[in-house]
């Protein structure tokens, strides 16, 4: 199995409207509006980071010897994905 072509097939698509939804809970004001180039953006980035996250836990269950992602490789990664992001 080669981690490349393995990593290179991973996709992620996000809900624009669960992107609206979170960021609206963090503001105060109720009022607030967020435009939707704003919410695109959200989106591509949180898009970026469960990839880089699925391709990371991928990597390491590959160094790993196994071909099934389990919980703990995902584990194992996010504190320096947190830390990269």
């Given amino acids: 199995m ?5 990593v290179s097939n ?4 996000v809900r624009l409207e669960a992107i609206k939804h979170i ?8 009022k607030t509006r967020i435009g939707d180039d704003t ?4 989106g591509e980035v ?4 469960i990839i880089e996250a699925a391709a990371r836990s991928c990597n ?8 099934v992602v389990e919980m703990e490789h995902v584990e194992r990664v ?4 947190l830390l990269d992001f």
């Fill in 10 to 13: 991973i996709t992620a698509s």
């Fill in 46 to 49: 949180v898009q970026v980071l």
């Fill in 60 to 67: 390491q269950a590959l160094l790993a010897g196994l071909s």
């Fill in 39 to 42: 919410v695109r953006l959200v």
């Fill in 2 to 6: 080669n981690a490349k072509d393995t």
């Fill in 78 to 81: 996010l504190p320096k994905l």
């Fill in 23 to 30: 960021l609206k809970q963090q503001f105060k004001d109720p």
